[in-house]
C-alpha cells in the first residue's frame, strides 16, 4: 500500500494518539492502516507500509485483537491472513475505554472493596475505608436533555 501524505498524516496521528490510548506508537498506526484502508491487509503489507519489521507487526497484530479492534478475513485461495478494522472509529474508542476500564479501573476498584471490608484499628483507617465507600459509589451521571 502506498501512503499519500494525506493517508500519512492520518497514520502517525493515530500512532501519537495510541500512546494515549494505552497502546504503543506503531500499535497505533498499524490500527490506522487498516481503519483507511479499503480492503483487508496482509501482515506484510502494513510491515511495508509502515516501514516496520514483521516481528512488531505480528505483536502488534496480536494486542489489536486482545483489544478486539481488528478482525481476521482469509481470501480464498491464498494462504496469508488478512486483517480489518472490526468497527468504526466510535466503536473503537468505546473498546478501549472498556477495555482500560476492566485493566485499571476494575483492578482498583476491587481493593477499594476489600478495604471497606477489613476491620480498621486507627482513625486513620476509619477515614480511608469512608473515603474508599465514596469513591466506589457509583457516580451521578447529568441527565441529558
Sequence with gaps: ???TPMIESFVMHFGEMGSRWGFNRTVGQMYALLVISEAPLSANQIAEALSVSRGNVSMGLKELQSWQLIKQHHIAGDRKEYYQSAGTIWEMANKVF???????MDPTLSLLRGIILENPDSPE???AQQLSLIHISEPTRPRLI
Excluded: F, S
Design 1 to 3: 500500500m502506498q501512503m
Design 125 to 127: 483507617e476509619v477515614y
Design 98 to 104: 472498556e477495555e482500560r476500564r476492566k485493566r485499571e
